[in-house]
């Protein structure tokens, strides 16, 4: 082993032994952004990146297994997304497509579909919805994949959704704008029933979340990571938790 490697597992060693366990976040939201640049500064084409950046993902949710966080979020399609040329978009929904499945044939996680798959073509709702079937009865790591999603869809849909669920009781409008509160829209999006992000993290050095789980991430503590998604290491990881474990969470306090 080169003493650079060497240099860089006992520095990686040493930033796990010092986490806390008390400081894990339950849930990690991240937004794998940066293939197509790291593809361009590799001299591959986009579509390299991409793969590289789906290759990336088991790895991650490895680390987080490892640490103890329970639920990951995983952001690899925007609605904004589904606006490239068909050229693009294409080969792109494909490698979604492929690490899906690749992540329900592993058999270790929980893979739960976030988004509008309405919105998708038919070929990749359908990836989602049999990798969700298929691993419903894991007991390990929740994977949300978030394909075609956007947050200001999905506070649409949870609405749209709570109006039409209280229609079909026979709710009168009045009567439900006088006991209407958060905790009602809550129940209604993609992610009900799972707590909130504790932390989000976004890779290649953007500092905006860019419509990012809105409602969820009121409270979150946010980590900008200025490494390209595909380039993302374990020890950026145990950073962003180290980073996470120094702050006080004030809850909008």
Request: net charge negative; with cysteine; glycine share 8%.
């Amino acid at each position: 082993m080169r003493l650079r490697d060497l240099a860089y597992v006992l520095y990686e060693r040493r930033l796990e032994g010092s986490l806390d366990p008390q400081q894990i976040p339950r849930h990690v939201g991240v937004i794998l952004d940066g293939n197509r640049r790291w593809a361009r500064a590799s001299g591959a084409l986009s579509h390299d990146g991409h793969r590289a950046g789906a290759k990336r993902i088991e790895d991650f949710l490895g680390w987080c297994e490892e640490v103890g966080v329970e639920v990951v979020t995983l952001w690899l399609l925007s609605t904004d997304n589904l606006n490239r040329p068909q050229g693009e978009l294409e080969p792109l929904l494909r490698i979604i497509e492929g690490a899906v499945q690749e992540l329900a044939a592993d058999g270790r996680w929980q893979v739960n579909p976030v988004g509008a798959l309405d919105l998708l073509p038919d070929s990749t709702a359908c990836v989602l919805k049999d990798a969700a079937e298929a691993t419903a009865g894991n007991a390990g790591l929740l994977v949300n994949v978030a394909v075609g999603y956007g947050g200001r869809r999905e506070i649409a849909d949870a609405v749209r959704s709570l109006l039409q669920d209280h229609a079909s009781r026979g709710t009168p409008i009045d009567e439900l704008a006088q006991v209407l509160d958060v905790e009602h829209i809550a129940e209604h999006l993609y992610t009900k029933g799972q707590p909130d992000p504790d932390l989000v993290i976004r890779t290649s050095g953007e500092q905006r979340l860019s419509g990012f789980l809105l409602w969820q991430s009121a409270h979150s503590e946010f980590y900008f990571c200025e490494a390209y998604w595909p380039a993302f290491r374990k020890v950026d990881f145990l950073r962003a938790l180290r980073a996470y474990a120094a702050r006080h969470r004030r809850y909008g306090n």
